[in-house]
Nanobody, 115 residues
Framework: QVTLLESGGGWVRPGESLRLSCVRS????????MGWYRQPPGKEREMVAM???????KYGDFVKGRFTISTNNAESTVYLQMTDMKPEDTANYYC?????????WGQGTQVTVSS
């Protein structure tokens, strides 16, 4: 069983930066992809960024170079560095892990961008 624990959410002003972290625990046996989704208020959940265990990354179109996803050496922690944040980045951010044909979700961490 894989569990995910997010941290780093909070409130920032437009133009500021924030870094989210997600620690994965539990055993995995195959390739692992980790990433972040978000759900803005009143909207559907959308993909923010993904990273495979080979380091291949993918970002949502709205990121436009502002966010960077990375992992630690053990690939058990995934980070999302967000810069030049905008009010439309306000959302609940969820960590995900896809491995062994299963998709796991974290509980989410709230990010609010406002002046």
């Amino acid at each position: 069983q894989v569990t995910l624990l997010e941290s780093g959410g909070g409130w920032v002003r437009p133009g500021e930066s924030l870094r989210l972290s997600c620690v994965r625990s539990g055993s995995t046996f195959g390739p692992v992809t980790m990433g972040w989704y978000r759900q803005p208020p009143g909207k559907e959940r959308e993909m923010v960024a993904m990273i495979t265990d080979r380091g291949t990354t993918k970002y949502g179109d709205f990121v436009k170079g502002r966010f960077t996803i990375s992992t630690n050496n053990a690939e058990s922690t995934v980070y999302l560095q967000m810069t030049d944040m905008k009010p439309e980045d306000t959302a609940n951010y969820y960590c995900i892990t896809y491995t062994d044909d299963k998709l796991y979700w974290g509980q989410g961490t709230q990010v609010t961008v406002s002046s």
